[in-house]
């Protein structure tokens, strides 16, 4: 098939590329001239594990294309995938404006049937402005052609997007139209020869799929990290909780990893978002309020146990950072737990000692060049002068480590761990100040 991606970021590129990779023939449109240029040179904007050589394996093979010109786009695929950004406005409700500029810019070149596919995460009803804003469009121009309008959500984890492309549980696709429905199972057949995966159902259901499931999977977060923090007051290893729990099939082990709060560019601005959509329909989503309010608390943790280990005074302090990425086979920083700390530190008069496998550029090109900032190669280099040590992501590289080794490099023994990594009677007997989630230096005496 001939397929059209608009946006050449995280959700566009995988997509495209994995279609492509299938035998489509895909073009990716974006308005930034230099990621297009970028992206001819063989430079992959993002990090995802097996994309860079996915992307330059179609690329040779002519599946896969890239593009600045939008009439070209446009005229390209009969599947037009909408897959831009839908950024938190300032009232936490998602950003619309590149998804509806993208509508007007089909209605403005399409001149045959064109399905028109939400792949951005998107509001309910959104379909419905998308449809309005092609058919005004069209309208502008004084013509009468042919379009429908569906919604197809992505459901890809950062770090394992191409996995989740390809062998994902479901494809949700949201229409009424017959025609749609057999386009769509065309498109995605090579990922459904296994066993059935396509649920059609209303539009307004597939953009509410999409929310729904980010919003349980945010909850799963809270509610460990607030049972986390219960542990912790009550003397209970929450390590041993999560096991308890998680045995039940019920529950299950997903997602009930306490730690420093989740972040990321999906549920942060998602529940967010479907707690507007909610107050809009004059609902008072108490649920997701809290879920997003304990996860704000929850990024302040590792500051303020940083904080107590050193009396309330870390000025002049230079502090060891391990992981600066949200979660692990990443570079993507937004919302990540490492940001509170660094600018908390910094606040306090702190020096930050920063390594992470993947998002160092992503760091620097945040927060530029700083005196109280240092990228380093390494995580040895990290800790080398340090005062102490805080851990934010979970890398493999970091879960491993000689703890009498440790001990030797820090000014003083404290390790504040965002993921808890290790056990803390194995701190402990190094001589080390441990201070985990839910395990916390109250537990240091405690077995694993």
């Given at each position: 098939m001939k397929i059209t991606i608009f946006g050449t970021g995280y959700v566009g590129l995988v997509t495209g590329t994995c279609l492509a990779d299938v035998g489509h023939d895909v073009v990716c449109m974006d308005v930034d001239a230099d990621k297009i240029a970028r992206l001819h040179e063989g430079e992959i904007p993002i990090f995802e594990p097996g994309l860079e050589s996915m992307v330059t394996a179609n690329v040779a093979a002519g599946r896969l294309r890239f593009t600045t010109d939008s009439a070209e786009a446009v005229a390209h695929g009969r599947l037009q995938f909408i897959a831009v950004g839908t950024p938190p406005d300032e009232d936490g409700s998602?950003?619309?404006k590149y998804v509806l500029a993208v509508a007007k810019t089909?209605?403005?070149h399409m001149d045959e049937h064109k399905v028109i596919v939400d792949k951005s995460t998107v509001p309910v009803g959104t379909a419905d402005r998308v449809r309005a804003a092609v058919a005004s469009t069209l309208a502008e121009r004084g013509v009468e052609i042919d379009f429908d309008v569906c919604s197809n959500p992505e459901f890809l984890k950062e770090g394992a997007a191409i996995?989740?492309?390809?062998?994902?549980?479901?494809?949700v696709v949201g229409t009424d139209s017959e025609r749609v429905k057999a386009l769509m199972r065309e498109c995605y057949s090579p990922y459904n020869r296994n066993h059935e995966k396509m649920m059609f159902m209303d539009v307004r259901a597939a953009e509410l799929t999409k929310y729904a499931a980010n919003a349980m999977l945010a909850t799963k977060i809270s509610f460990m990290n607030e049972i986390a923090n219960l542990a912790e007051r009550l003397g209970a290893d929450v390590e041993q909780v999560r096991q308890g729990i998680g045995s039940d099939p019920r529950i299950g082990y997903h997602f009930i990893y306490p730690g420093c709060g989740y972040g990321g560019s999906c549920f942060p601005k998602d529940v967010q978002a479907l707690a507007r959509t909610a107050g809009e329909v004059d609902y008072p989503a108490d649920l997701l309020n809290a879920v997003e309010s304990v996860n704000r608390?929850?990024?302040s943790t590792l500051f303020a146990k940083l904080n107590q280990a050193f009396d309330g005074d870390l000025s002049g302090k230079t502090i060891a950072l391990w992981g600066l990425a949200f979660k692990p086979n990443t570079d993507d920083?937004?919302?990540?737990?490492?940001r509170d700390v660094m600018e908390a530190l910094w606040a306090a008069g702190a020096?930050?000692?920063a390594y992470d496998p993947e998002a160092m550029k992503e760091c620097r090109r945040i927060y530029g060049e700083r005196d109280d900032l240092v990228l380093?190669?390494?995580r040895i280099q990290a800790v080398k002068g340090a005062d102490a040590l805080v851990i934010c992501t979970e890398w493999k590289e970091f879960r491993i480590l000689d703890f009498d080794w440790l001990k030797a490099q820090l000014a003083m023994p404290v390790v504040v761990d965002g993921r808890n990594l290790f056990s803390?009677?194995?701190v402990k007997d190094a001589g080390l100040m441990y201070y985990a989630v839910g395990r916390g230096d109250s537990l240091a005496s405690a077995s694993a």
């Open positions: 998602a950003d619309l089909i209605g403005e996995e989740d492309f390809s062998g994902g549980a479901r494809i608390r929850q990024k920083m937004r919302d990540a737990p490492s020096r930050v000692q380093v190669a390494d803390p009677k194995a």
